[in-house]
């Protein structure tokens, strides 16, 4: 068998996608916006694309998804410039609900017909933030980050002072809401403040209200959007939310930022509390991370056996795959081929022999032999049952199981439960599959 | 030849309900008040399930990105399941500057080497058709190269809603593979299931039953369909729609083209169920086939009579609100009353002139038509004392306030609830959801709120 050793950077330049897992941008912006409190999200496209995105996010949280369209038909392709379609989609919206904030973003359709966004929104009468999201540029990642920045750039107030108890936190779309949850926790109990941009924490974290929401129900408050240049610091997490930072020093030049690629794994983790002790003057970081530090310890002891006996495939996001990559080869696991959905920096120096910005048809073109077991979402159950490999299912979009907004990979002590979790997946199927 | 169907024509579809009281089209979405499916979602519904076809989406990721491998429409179809591989262009800002024909042309070409299909759909979307990429044209010549039928489908999202998609759809199928095909024998009792897509093996629940009576399945319009079966539709002695307003169109075209008569019903609960295996052997007209039906209806009848007995005793005076809309409006509660439950109220906003009188025929004069059930629900339920709410998943909310069970209609079912058969699945998520005591739990007081 010929051993890859070198590792290539390769993007798929096919005509055709197979069993792709690559989302698009304005289903990035639409989560985006899901993380504001009392936001619509109104996308600006054919009733499709809107229904589409609800129907994939009400699948993938178990929860209602607040959404909604500009239905751009055929005929309101040719003779509006979107002016009609957006001001009739606002009063509609404004007849039946107060949002604090309508998250207006574009798609492949409005982009492609040329409407002006920028200047129609600046005629509406009420809070409301716009961004270009054509389907055919980028995807979740670049939505969501896009989206974010928009909302910096048109809510928050420029500021000449800081205020170094507050920290901003600014996660990548693919930490789930109970991960940005934990991160804020950690960070709330180094003494600081923290505002989370975009929050999901609250939104989707998969929580039973009082009565059923027609907006988001949690997230971050839009007066906080407007603060957010009086903070200390700003922590981006993952590679596509550094121009996001950049946008929030823009807006107050003395905020300090510290970049993330991920926080998952022991290293990572460390990095974060070394920044975190630097900022505060503390010696030791408060003693529960402790204790979680030596549970990830024995964790990794512990789980190599099985992980570094097994070869991965990782599919999804560049900002997900980089945590992934890290925390597998943290415990010796042997990355076969790393797939991305779109190129990213993020896709730079992984500890993997292939990288590839490609789809499941990728996969499949590899050789069989090179691997053992998959991660992604939903899509690769089908090909790991046909394959007989292996499968841990993390990302978008996870249809089969309940609790995605609850899995906790990232930190001490998700890296802990993660270990754990892979070892004993591996196991099984190592049992099923008879190799053992 | 142009292949592109006359959108206002199938709008003013003639046999079309909707198009009774008033000549408008049945699709205006609403800016900013919006839900539901787009054109390309209903030409997908419609055609996906054919799993030895290839499914070749052109346009940007989120039509096909968001969408393969969301509905279960199972096949026996022995080869790879060709429903469920996402296939698309992935429409880039290069494609939608310089024209993307060429890059479908070349996918089309991966698509058949790779899978091997017994025909390729080749679908339209908003921005592919809005750039003008000749997708006709990509086809025939894509057939004249590979000898399979390419199908180009019309629906890009923006000409209208999933109902008039799945019109597009059934039209593609009419113009290029009806009567391209002659079938090896042809037998008295030929039928088309037009509008049945075999969603959680719906079609197999009574697909058995057909057999049993010497009905032969012809060919589908498209649960667990053949594209070779297709073809040959144009020899069937009667088309029947399933459940499915939309597909009206083809089955009236087929009648002026080739006289073949249609009728439309429903599987959903027992009298639905034997009504329509009866319809169906009065519409072939034979006495004999008549005879054995009403044997095989009686047979099944008294079966699943036996089988319902110990839950019918257990849903005795159990009374249900149902909201929800379509068909559904009537049939869940014919389905519901042959359980022995009581339906007090059904909500009828989101259907049609002719669903509300078939709603108002089955509840009866007491029973509630809804026109605004999010208002009226809560307060029915206390004034009726129901016992269960089937609902939309935004009515949960309602059901856990009044503490009473939950089942939620809308969810993409993971099992049927067709024919006979299906009616035990409803019968046993009835008895779950009454029994379970989470309802309550859920609407518990937090022992700091006094």
């Known amino acids: 068998m010929e051993q890859v050793k070198t590792r290539s950077r390769h993007k798929s330049s096919r005509s055709l996608q197979i069993n792709p897992f690559k989302l698009s941008a304005p289903m990035g912006a639409t989560l985006a916006f899901l993380g504001v409190h009392q936001c619509m999200p109104l996308m600006h496209g054919g009733q499709g694309c809107a229904s589409f995105t609800k129907v994939f996010y009400t699948r993938h949280f178990a929860e209602p998804i607040a959404l909604q369209t500009t239905a751009v038909t055929d005929v309101t392709a040719i003779l509006d410039g979107g002016d009609y379609s957006i001001s009739e989609s606002v009063k509609n919206i404004v007849n039946k609900v107060t949002p604090q904030l309508i998250g207006l973003y574009t798609t492949g359709l409005t982009e492609t017909k040329g409407d002006d966004v920028s200047g129609i929104a600046k005629r509406m009468e009420v809070p409301l933030v716009y961004v270009n999201t054509p389907d055919y540029e980028g995807g979740l990642e670049q939505g969501w980050s896009a989206a974010c920045s928009a909302m910096i750039r048109q809510l928050t107030a420029p500021a000449d002072s800081i205020d170094n108890n507050c920290l901003v936190l600014l996660p990548h779309v693919s930490l789930t809401p109970l991960e940005v949850e934990k991160i804020v926790d950690f960070m709330t109990a180094f003494g600081f403040n923290v505002v989370t941009l975009p929050d999901l924490s609250s939104s989707l974290d998969g929580h039973l209200g009082e009565k059923q929401a027609a907006l988001s129900s949690g997230g971050i408050r839009v007066e906080h959007i407007r603060d957010l240049a009086q903070a200390g610091l700003v922590v981006s997490v993952g590679a596509s939310m550094i121009p996001c930072a950049h946008e929030l020093q823009k807006k107050n030049p003395q905020i300090r930022h510290h970049h993330f690629p991920h926080l998952a794994g022991l290293v990572a983790t460390d990095e974060l509390i070394k920044t975190l002790l630097d900022e505060t003057g503390f010696h030791a970081p408060p003693l529960p991370v402790g204790r979680w530090r030596d549970r990830l310890r024995d964790a990794l002891l512990d789980c190599h056996f099985a992980l570094g006996k097994t070869r991965f495939i990782l599919t999804g996001e560049p900002d997900m795959l980089a945590a992934l990559c890290a925390i597998i080869s943290e415990a010796g696991g042997k990355i076969a081929a790393v797939i991305a959905a779109t190129d990213s920096s993020a896709l730079d120096d992984l500890k993997a022999d292939r990288v590839i910005v490609g789809d499941l048809g990728d996969v499949e073109d590899l050789a069989a032999a090179d691997f053992d077991l998959i991660i992604g979402g939903t899509h690769v159950e089908a090909l790991a049952d046909r394959l007989g490999k292996g499968m841990l299912l993390r990302g978008f979009p996870n249809w089969e199981q309940l609790g995605n907004q609850l899995v906790h990979d990232c930190l001490y002590e998700g890296g802990a439960y993660f270990l754990c979790e892979m070892a004993n997946v591996i196991t099984r199927h190592q049992h099923h599959s008879g190799q053992r | ?450």
């Not at chain 2, 391209?180 to 008295?188: G, Y």
């Not at chain 2, 009065?282 to 047979?299: C, F, N, S």
């Open chain 2, 1 to 450: 030849m142009a292949t592109k169907p006359h959108i206002r024509e199938l709008l003013a579809e003639s046999a079309c309900e909707h198009n009774q009281p008033k000549k408008t089209a049945c699709n205006a979405p609403i800016p900013g008040a919006t839900t539901g499916g787009c054109a390309f979602e209903g030409a997908q519904i419609a055609l996906f399930p054919f799993a030895d076809a290839a499914h070749l989406v052109h346009g940007p990721i989120t039509c096909l990105g968001a969408s393969w491998e969301t509905r279960a429409t199972p096949t026996s179809w022995p080869a790879r399941d060709l429903t469920q591989v996402g296939l698309t262009t992935d429409t880039c800002l290069n494609d939608v500057v310089f024209g993307g024909e060429e890059k479908l042309a070349v996918a089309i070409d991966q698509t058949i080497t790779r899978y091997h299909p017994q025909a390729l759909f080749v679908y339209a979307t908003c921005v592919t058709a809005l750039i003008g990429d000749d997708i006709d044209k990509a086809c025939r010549e894509a057939a004249a190269r590979h000898g399979i039928p390419c199908v180009p489908v019309h629906a890009p999202g923006f000409v209208g809603s999933k109902n008039l998609g799945s019109r597009l759809g059934g039209e593609a199928i009419l113009t290029h593979l009806i009567g391209t095909l002659e079938p090896e024998v042809t037998t008295p009792f030929d039928i088309n299931l037009i509008g049945e897509y075999n969603v959680t093996g719906d079609m197999w629940q009574y697909s058995p039953l057909l057999e049993e009576l010497g009905i032969r399945i012809l060919s589908t319009l498209s649960g667990d369909g053949r594209i070779a079966a297709i073809r040959t539709a144009h020899r069937a002695k009667l088309n029947v729609i399933v459940c499915a307003k939309s597909l009206v169109s083809i089955t009236r075209k087929m009648q002026d083209k080739y006289g073949i008569p249609w009728i439309s019903l429903s599987f959903y609960g027992q009298r639905d169920t034997s009504a329509g295996l009866l319809a169906i052997a009065d519409a072939l007209g034979d006495p004999a086939l008549i005879e054995r039906t009403q044997a095989l209806v009686a047979r099944e009848e008294a079966k699943l009579g036996e089988q319902l007995a110990p839950y019918r005793e257990l849903f005795a005076g159990k009374k249900a609100v149902l909201n929800t809309g379509g068909n559904k409006t009537w049939s869940i509660a014919a389905a519901l009353q042959d359980l022995g439950i009581e339906v007090v109220a059904t909500a009828v906003r989101k259907a049609t002139e002719d669903d509300r009188a078939k709603a108002r025929e089955y509840l009866g004069e007491h029973g509630v038509l809804m026109m605004d059930p999010g208002a009226e629900q809560a307060k029915l339920i206390d004034e009726k004392g129901a016992h269960i709410l089937l609902a939309g998943g935004r009515s949960l909310y309602t059901a856990i306030k009044k503490g009473i069970a939950f089942i939620d209609v809308n969810q993409e079912k993971k099992i049927s609830y067709g024919a006979y058969a299906g009616l035990l699945n409803l019968a046993e998520d009835l008895r779950h959801a009454l029994e379970s005591p989470v309802f309550s739990l859920a609407g518990r007081r937090a022992p700091w709120n006094r």
